[in-house]
């Protein structure tokens, strides 16, 4: 399991390079210092791999949360690269930030009162936005 002073110390190399999470997710990390979160999985005997956002605007913990989201969808039978280009990039999104919200409600985490304000704010820019 990664930590996120393991994550800020990561520096490029001159090949692409795979640091992994464990259950198939993974930060990749270009020569040119980006650093991708990404999903590898297995769907109908094929190997594919679902893009979760880039680091460090997509946290370690907000990773792991998208990461469980997509493990969901596979537990149900349903493909997220599929679900992703079927409803589009930004309402892929919006499911996924629901999915942590009602995450956190479940639990009853103590900071879940500020995870669905955050949700509403971003909702609504989204609804201005398009985004």
């Known amino acids: 399991m990664l930590t996120e002073s393991e994550l800020r110390a990561l520096k490029p190399v001159r090949y692409l390079r795979k640091v992994t999470d464990g259950r198939g997710l993974y930060l990749l990390v270009t020569p040119r210092g980006g650093r991708w979160w990404r999903f590898a999985y297995r769907f109908a005997q094929k190997g594919k791999t679902l893009a979760l956002g880039t680091y460090p605007d997509v946290p370690l913990e907000r990773a792991r949360a998208r990461h469980e989201f997509a493990r969901d969808l596979l537990a149900h039978g349903i493909d997220p690269s599929a679900l992703k280009r079927t409803l589009g990039k930004y309402a892929f ?6 999915w942590e919200v009602s995450q956190a409600l479940e639990s009853n985490n103590l900071d879940a009162h500020r995870a669905r304000d955050r949700h509403e ?3 609504d820019s989204v609804d201005r936005t398009g985004r």
């Open 121 to 123: 704010q971003r909702k």
């Open 93 to 98: 999104v919006a499911e996924m930030r629901d």
